[in-house]
């Protein structure tokens, strides 16, 4: 793709204002880094960090059907999910293959917010379209509409408080609630994909800017920084938190990459995939083919994406996501390896690293987790 396609986010001239390294990422110009990835990370596990994500793609649904839509197209139990409550679900494929991990919003009664991974947005759309057939419902590419600054970090609930009046405190893990943050009109969702507290703001694009502005100023004395993309897939990782395109693809089930929970067998009707995933379950519970796992380094090598994780001369896995870990001060990954060979501590297994086996040791996900 030339660089001349990129589409840009409302904050563009801002990053690049800040000395911000961009790239390309799913068709978007974004921030890769602003300075050192390793103090952005190190920001948002310590204090606090600001990240753009106005490339997510925004899908609505409205109708008096919508609940009933997204019940037959999504794998989740989406007509559960209580206006103001968001939900952690997935879209598949009529044979299971997941398409996209999507987090929806429930806005009323009759209006929800699909939120899809950028270099998925228009491949759920179109899905979502087409299923939508036969429903009283609408399905509506809102990804113009929004643009999207999240504040994460142990420093973030005091940050975003000092500039809005919403009860913060009432405001739930995974809900959301309409209301002003900076004099700019917000839906404020305390969600994020870094393993921290934290909230993802959804404005219009023309206020994307002066709320920007504004949290670097209320943030100031807390240490928070801007962060790219670099340090946002780190802290992913440390989290055990999957990334589509690594841990989750059209070849994997939700059984396979060990996130089965939330598939909703119980829900009432039909659903996209349901008898393929029934079967993929039925497999999964008796034989396990590969199991998602972590490893941590004992050298200070680096897996990547795509690298064989052996044992025995024998390759028993692949690595799907490998990075340094910052808080942990080597390097780790995720790799789904045969269950044989999944239980933590499990001796003896490796990653191949341009011909040489590097000793890994095999521990249960997430690598990080926050203390509350």
Known sequence: MSSTALRHTALDALHRSLGATMTDFAGWDMPLRYGSERDEHTAVRTRAGLFDLSHMGEITVTGPQAAALLDHALVGNIGAVRPGRARYTMICREDGGILDDLIVYR???TEYMVVANASN???VLDALVERAAGFDAEVRDDR?????????????????????????????YYAGLPGTVAGVPALIARTGYTGEDGFELFVKPEHAVELWQALT????????????????DTLRLEAGMPLY?????????PFDAGLGRVVKFEKEGDFVGRAALEEAAARSAQNPPRVLVGLVAQGRRVPRAGYAVVAGGEVIGEVTSGAPSPTLGKPIAMAYVDAAHAAPGTPGVGVDIRGTHEPYEVVALPFYQRQK
């Open 245 to 253: 395109g690594h841990e989750l693809t059209t070849e994997l089930t």
């Open 121 to 123: 947005a228009q491949v």
């Open 144 to 172: 113009d509409a929004y643009a999207l600054i999240a504040v994460q970090g142990p420093a973030s609930p005091g940050i975003l408080k000092s500039l809005t009046d919403a009860d913060l405190d009432g405001l739930k």
């Open 107 to 109: 806005l009323g009664e």
């Open 217 to 232: 100023e209320a943030g100031e004395g807390d240490g928070l920084v801007p962060c790219g993309l670099s340090c946002r």
